[in-house]
């Protein structure tokens, strides 16, 4: 069986990305920083789906956590998720500089450094792919969530432009940006979305599915959704200053 690698796994989008996975009959290797909720996580996939689900419990924020994940990662993996991820409450300056310095490490450094762990076994072996979780806030850039998923958007594209010769398709990489999805991010980050009307809000599980396509038909950046593939095609021609201006700090996309 094909294994697949998820970070962030007990919960949200990852939540959905294990289940779908386990449903299409791929062994699972779940990261996440809370133990018990893992072990329940795993338990119940296996009993469900019957994949072996093996646990890394880890803090990606700390070396010692992306140092566990990067060197099981370089093993059996065909399929990289790097979803974990979350948001802070308040403008720039408003937010302690150790907890942005803490983002930019999950959200860029422990990308970088997966997506570099796992390549080459993918290469080897002439298969696998990544999906590196960004959001549609990378096109609308404010504050350190936007801009660390605009790296995100930007690495996942480059990387596979630098494979490209090596993988003949077979190995793939790409950004997953979508916008404001039924997760517990924005509960995490103590926002207030009320103001967001319904048709804005995503499913996790048509999510998933969109990228999974979008994978296999070697999509760079997928967007799930029509309306926000159009938020983010206007992006192209609405100046950044008033993008800036009109984005909302206290609002992040998951």
Same mark, same amino acid.
């Given at each position: #069986?094909? &294994? *697949? =690698?998820? &970070?962030g796994a007990t919960a949200g989008i990852g939540a959905a990305f294990a289940r779908r996975l386990a449903s @299409?009959? =791929?062994d699972l290797v779940l990261l996440a920083r809370d133990a018990e909720r893992l072990e329940r996580t795993a338990a119940e996939l296996h009993g469900r789906y019957a994949v072996r689900a093996e646990t890394l419990r880890a803090d990606l924020s700390a070396e %010692?956590? /992306? *140092? *566990? *994940?990067?060197e099981r990662v370089r093993g059996d !993996? @065909? /399929?990289l998720v790097n979803n974990a991820g979350f948001g802070n409450k308040g403008v720039f300056l408003d937010v302690p500089v150790s907890d942005e310095l803490t983002m930019l490490r999950v959200h860029c450094e422990a990308v970088l450094r997966l997506t570099h762990a796992a390549l080459p076994g993918m290469? %080897? +072996?002439g298969r696998g792919g990544i999906v590196n979780v960004a959001s549609v806030a990378a096109f609308a850039t404010r504050g350190t969530y936007g801009a660390s998923k605009a790296w995100v958007v930007n690495f996942s594209q480059g990387v596979a432009a630098d494979i490209a010769p090596r993988a003949g398709g077979r190995v793939r990489v790409m950004a997953l940006c979508p916008g404001f999805v +039924? &997760? %517990?991010f924005h509960e995490r980050a103590q #926002? @207030? #979305?009320s103001g967001v009307p319904d048709f804005m809000w995503l499913e996790q599980d048509a999510v998933v599915g969109t990228a999974l396509r979008d994978l296999r038909r070697g999509v760079q !950046?997928? !967007?799930p959704s029509a309306q926000y593939k159009a938020i983010v095609g206007l992006t192209r021609f609405v100046p950044r200053a008033l993008i800036a201006r009109t984005s909302s700090a206290g609002r992040k996309y998951d």
């Open positions: #069986m094909p &294994t *697949a =690698f998820i &970070t @299409d009959g =791929f %010692e956590g /992306l *140092a *566990a *994940a990067e !993996v @065909d /399929l290469l %080897e +072996r +039924r &997760t %517990e #926002m @207030d #979305m !950046v997928s !967007v």
